[in-house]
């Protein structure tokens, strides 16, 4: 009590963290003044659950920051609570920081719980979907990701309302996602969560939700490399993809292991083809559009760089240093110039830029949402600094 009381922040963090520390001593330096010592205090698994509930309230978002890490993984321990009042208390803490107004307390929370496979019914409701709806994608994308405890008539209620489609896409990299949910995904016009899903090979496709989104894929070039590995395609559906995808994909489908030898056949006679006329609509620097976005998706970033410079008439390094810059706007930009479309500039935005999906520039009315003054602009803004 001495240490707590005259100590210096050394010593009382040192107390703070000890596992044999008396609650009444933890009570105290609960209220301590320096909010380093408060937040260990806040991690320590042995702290009372009461000073719990008045550290879950601090001014510090660190402190509330390490209740929410400690506390989340204490969730199926809940239902075996035997004291109620301690039940309730803890559930009430779980439920305050589930709306804090602190976007890291929350995310905090969420990586916490993410993982947690038993929770009694008020968690489920009151923590952790609270949790999967929240418009932070840094808060709901950990539990919709991972969480087994979202039923599917949540996840379906969550893709059909409007906001943060990085939440789809969480959605979309679920462990065995079932039909139910993968149906309103691929109807929920989000066509990067599709590309995601298409993706994930554990996903439960229904073949006629298959059919119809290959039907819509000729223009979704983001959509043709997962399709092209999708696990039990028909030989139907893979000849359909024969007929759009990047001659590499094709040479791609020719390897898969399922082919019957009608399909195989047909697919040396499409290759075959396409090696004497050449394939159709290459750009400059002798890729198509569907080509470069297959290089874009499988991360060939020396490739994307060389074709656009070949496609914009910049210099490699110009081209470079547009793609590391995390310029929204630079990138649509670099984009236009290259004369590709927008549905491209969206995917060199996530894919190869990594640019965070809350701040990816769009397609309007289904063009380039940036005036041509307004592009040359952003683009004016590297030309300087490697072209000279």
């Not at 009042?85 to 804090?100: G, K, N, Y």
């Not at 993809?241 to 292991?257: M, N, P, W, Y």
């Not at 006329?277 to 750009?283: I, L, R, Y």
């Not at 198509?288 to 060939?300: D, K």
Request: charged letters at 25%.
């Amino acid at each position: 009590m001495e240490i707590a009381r005259t100590g210096g922040v050394t010593e009382r963090c040192a107390l703070a963290g000890r596992q044999d520390v008396p609650p009444e001593l933890l009570f105290f330096l609960a209220e301590d003044k320096d909010a380093v010592v408060r937040r260990i205090v806040a991690a320590n698994i042995n702290t009372p659950r009461q000073a719990d509930d008045f550290l879950a309230q601090d001014d510090d978002d660190g402190v509330r920051g390490a209740v929410a890490e400690k506390i989340g993984v204490l969730a199926p321990e809940v239902a075996d609570e035997r004291r109620g009042p301690q039940r309730a208390l803890t559930i009430s803490v779980l439920e305050a920081l589930a709306l804090d107004a602190a976007v890291k307390v929350r995310a905090r929370l969420a990586e916490s719980i993410k993982d947690v496979d038993s929770a009694p019914p008020e968690v489920i409701t009151g923590v952790i979907e609270v949790l999967a709806r929240d418009a932070a994608i840094e808060v709901a994308g950990p539990v919709l990701e991972h969480s087994t405890l979202l039923s599917d008539d949540v996840l379906v209620e969550i893709i059909a309302t409007p906001g943060n489609s990085g939440s789809v896409s969480a959605i979309s990299r679920r462990q065995g996602v079932s039909t139910k949910v993968t149906d309103a995904i691929a109807t929920s016009s989000d066509d990067a969560a599709i590309a995601v899903l298409l993706g994930n090979e554990s996903a439960q496709i229904r073949e006629e939700t298959l059919d119809r989104l290959i039907e819509e894929a000729p223009s979704k070039p983001s959509w043709h490399a997962p399709l092209v590995s999708r696990p039990k395609l028909a030989g139907r559906q893979i000849g359909k993809l024969s007929e759009f995808v990047a001659s590499a994909l094709v040479e791609q489908l020719s390897k898969r292991s399922d082919l019957d030898p009608e399909t195989s056949k047909h697919l040396q006679a499409v290759m075959a083809s396409r090696l004497e006329s050449g394939s159709p609509a290459t750009q400059g620097g002798g890729m198509s559009e569907e080509e470069l976005s297959q290089a874009v998706a499988s991360g060939r970033r020396a490739k994307v760089i060389s074709t656009m410079s070949v496609l914009s008439g910049y210099k490699e390094p110009t081209v470079h240093s547009i793609l590391n810059s995390g310029r929204a706007k630079a990138l649509v930009s670099l984009s236009w110039k290259a004369g590709l479309s927008m549905s491209f500039a969206e995917q060199l935005q996530l894919r190869l830029a990594y640019i965070a999906e809350r701040d990816v520039l769009r397609a309007q009315r289904g063009g380039y949402p940036l005036s041509e003054e307004d592009m040359l602009w952003q683009l004016g803004l590297f030309e300087g600094e490697t072209d000279g």
